[in-house]
């Protein structure tokens, strides 16, 4: 496999991680009492 | 097997730079093209339900574009009464499909009209006006309903940085704002980054509070649901109770006056609407409840209200009157108590059309 399609792969992984993170990750920013003081 | 990654800073070639700069943004362009289009052309919106939830401004004025695009349109705006959350949380089938927002989104379809909720769980007034001036820079509905409860006027909720649920909507306050904490990284990212914005509220589709409450969902999943029920509704009980504190609602107090801009706000826009305040369940809170100081506080709070409405008859104090069967709680309704409540409502809107000059027919 060539640079350019290595660089492809992990360019496209990263992306892929981000929309994980983006999608899955931590708790919703906006929401100071969502669930708790409902 | 070979790494994809290449084996140190002497054998990274200008060609791997160029594969990983055009994949990586490539995907990130065409991304952030898709989510734009989708958000305009309101495909989440069609196919999902995300009453009870909002994740930024940005979002929330691409929902109000894409109702206003639908044709006449209702504003709904209130707490988690309008969604689906606590029906979620005592495990109710098709939970999203029988929310207060929905009940009354379906009562409208048949006179040709929609009903956009933005209602969201925990919301409070200053919110609500903050929500209402969002809407002031988008396009109009032909009328706006309110819905309030008894916890936006809780002493806990009444002044500093617990005086607002949602803290992207600063920027639309009008009042004093001390206190308040600037808007985050996150509110920037959620104006400016569509992705961001669809992945925030596709999030709030299985987004669980707690890890325990993810580990409970699952092991009910499985039959093995701890039967715990007489401590959760204990402690939804301690926790409500301050809701309900019988010192007198005070006519200056932060709640009020954000009421106050807020229906000015809405009268000033000649916009016709409704506001209600919740059906409560008496009987749950039982002893807890102040009943009559509970009753002449709705009673000052109407008064407040009326006095602000081009037709007294615009304000409905719904908290009596609701057998105790239709509840899930203190104040949610059962998917049969929100149909009633709906068409309750749906009955008592103005049903008149927005007019600039802010006479009614």
Known sequence: ?38 | MKSPFPRGPASGSAAFVKGFSAAFLGLLLLAELFCRWGSAQGIWYRHWDFTGNLVGAAEAGERLDWASRRGPWVLALGDSVLGPTSLLENRRPNAKSSTLARELDEAAGASGQTVLSLGADGILIPDLEGLVALAGRHSAPQQVLLILNARMFAPQYRSGTQALSREFLQPYLAGDRNGLSLPGWGDSAERHWALFRVAQLFKTLWYVPTQKAAIQRWLESLGLGPADEDLRLELLKRQIAPFYDPAPWDELSPPFQALDRLLEDVRGRGLPVLVAFSPQNASFLGSDLDQAAFRRNRERLGGFIRARLADPKDYLDLAEGWDPSLFLDHCHLTPEGNRKLASRLWAALPQRTADPGGHHE
């Open chain 1, 1 to 38: 496999m060539n640079d350019f399609k290595r660089g492809l792969l992990s360019g496209a992984a990263l992306f892929l991680m981000i929309l994980v993170i983006l999608l899955f990750a931590g708790a919703l920013s906006a929401s100071k009492f969502i669930y708790v003081d409902f």
